[in-house]
């Protein structure tokens, strides 16, 4: 994915120099010339940094497995039984079956 995003950003790059050239060239138009060359630059360097940044995130991703890797397996837990809960015959809103709300609470 990186190598094609560093790809765009060099057609960016070389055809806003070609559109530039051709225009200041052979159209006399200098100030669009300049306009079409920063803003075919601009792209091309946004998805220039959009590769390198993936590329770190690979590289990351790398080492981070090799750390995974390198690291000893975790002691397996001792199988204990759970101690059983406590079994309540009645639950807490039963208590409050008829309760009636009064106009102070």
């Given at each position: 994915m990186?190598k094609?995003l560093?790809?765009?950003?060099?057609?960016?790059?070389?055809?806003?120099?070609l559109?530039a050239?051709i225009?200041a060239?052979?159209?006399?138009?200098?100030?669009?010339?300049?306009l079409?060359l920063?803003?075919?630059f601009?792209p091309?360097?946004?998805?220039l940094?959009?590769?390198?940044?993936?590329?770190?995130i690979?590289?990351?991703?790398?080492?981070?497995q090799e750390?995974?890797?390198?690291l000893?397996?975790?002691?397996a837990?001792?199988?204990q039984a759970?101690?059983?809960a406590?079994?309540?015959?009645?639950?807490?809103?039963e208590?409050l079956?008829?309760?009636?709300?009064d106009a102070?609470?």
């Amino acid at each position: 994915m990186s190598k094609l995003l560093k790809g765009i950003s060099y057609v960016f790059f070389g055809g806003s120099l070609l559109a530039a050239i051709i225009m200041a060239v052979y159209g006399g138009l200098w100030s669009a010339a300049f306009l079409q060359l920063v803003g075919g630059f601009l792209p091309g360097i946004l998805f220039l940094a959009l590769a390198v940044i993936l590329d770190s995130i690979e590289e990351n991703r790398y080492y981070l497995q090799e750390l995974f890797k390198r690291l000893p397996e975790p002691p397996a837990p001792p199988s204990q039984a759970r101690p059983q809960a406590k079994i309540r015959t009645k639950s807490a809103l039963e208590a409050l079956k008829d309760y009636k709300m009064d106009a102070k609470d």
